[in-house]
């Protein structure tokens, strides 16, 4: 079965530190990627996309994403952090699932705390 | 600023009783999507429609919980009866064509006592 997996569940910077967050799916054919993010209380937000071209994507609030398809991986990063980057991120891939059909897999989601 | 609207926000209920939640998409978009979201599951993928039909309801169970489109401006999610293992968040979200981005609405928050 398609999976998207986050590789932690909990990061814990503080502010102006370095970001990165890991994501791999499971999938051998065409995939586009998502990061999206979720502050406290509110709907997921999309951060950026990944459907073809660059690997390298610029989203909003300085974050940017690889795709490294050797990898099967979609890293988020940041160079520096914020508090109001506190939040929960998830990966997703939209996956083809035959028949003109798709679906949308989310990882579970990373927690990130940024300390003043 | 066209978005996904979810109807209600909050829900508290007993065990046993009918949910009913609701969600129009953004006006144009032939795909609806429901997902549920819960601390030990993550975001977990329901059902979708694609322009009104039901494609994928692999994720939902089927006894109890129901998912229709009566029409290209309303979706709707029934859970009956509820049970309080069903406490979770309920977003729906839309999209447009294959491989375009999903919108989110802002979620129906269901505690069932």
């Known amino acids: 079965a398609q999976s998207v997996s986050q590789h932690n569940h909990h990061v814990i910077l503080s502010e102006a530190a370095s970001l990165e967050l890991g994501c791999n799916y499971s999938?051998?054919?065409?995939?586009?990627l998502f990061w999206y993010v979720q502050y406290p209380g509110q709907h997921l937000q999309l951060l950026l996309k990944?459907?073809?071209?660059?690997?390298l994507v610029k989203g909003i609030k300085g974050f940017e994403a690889e795709f490294i398809k050797s990898k099967f991986s979609f890293n988020l990063r940041k160079p520096s952090v914020q508090w109001s980057d506190t939040a929960e991120y998830f990966c997703?891939?939209?996956?083809?699932?035959?028949?003109?059909?798709?679906?949308?897999?989310f990882g579970k989601g990373t927690k990130l705390s940024v300390i003043p | 600023d066209a978005r996904v609207t979810q109807t209600p926000r909050h829900k508290v209920t007993e065990m046993g009783q009918e949910v009913t939640m609701r969600c129009q998409p953004i006006?144009?978009?032939?795909?609806v999507f429901w997902y549920r979201q819960t601390m030990m599951q993550g975001l977990e993928l329901l059902a979708y429609?694609?322009?009104?039909?039901?494609?994928?309801d692999s994720g939902m169970p089927k006894d109890r919980f129901s998912a229709e489109m009566p029409d290209a401006t309303l979706a709707t999610l029934k859970i009956q009866p509820s049970e309080p293992r069903d406490s979770a968040v309920y977003f729906c979200?839309?999209?447009?064509?294959?491989?375009?981005?999903?919108?989110f609405g802002p979620g129906t928050r269901l505690l069932v006592l």
């Open positions: 979200a839309s999209g447009l064509i294959q491989g375009e981005t999903q919108y």
């Open positions: 999938y051998g054919g065409t995939v586009n």
């Open positions: 990944y459907f073809s071209g660059d690997p």
């Open positions: 997703a891939a939209l996956l083809d699932s035959g028949a003109g059909s798709y679906q949308l897999t």
């Open positions: 006006l144009g978009h032939n795909t």
């Open positions: 429609f694609r322009n009104r039909a039901p494609l994928d």
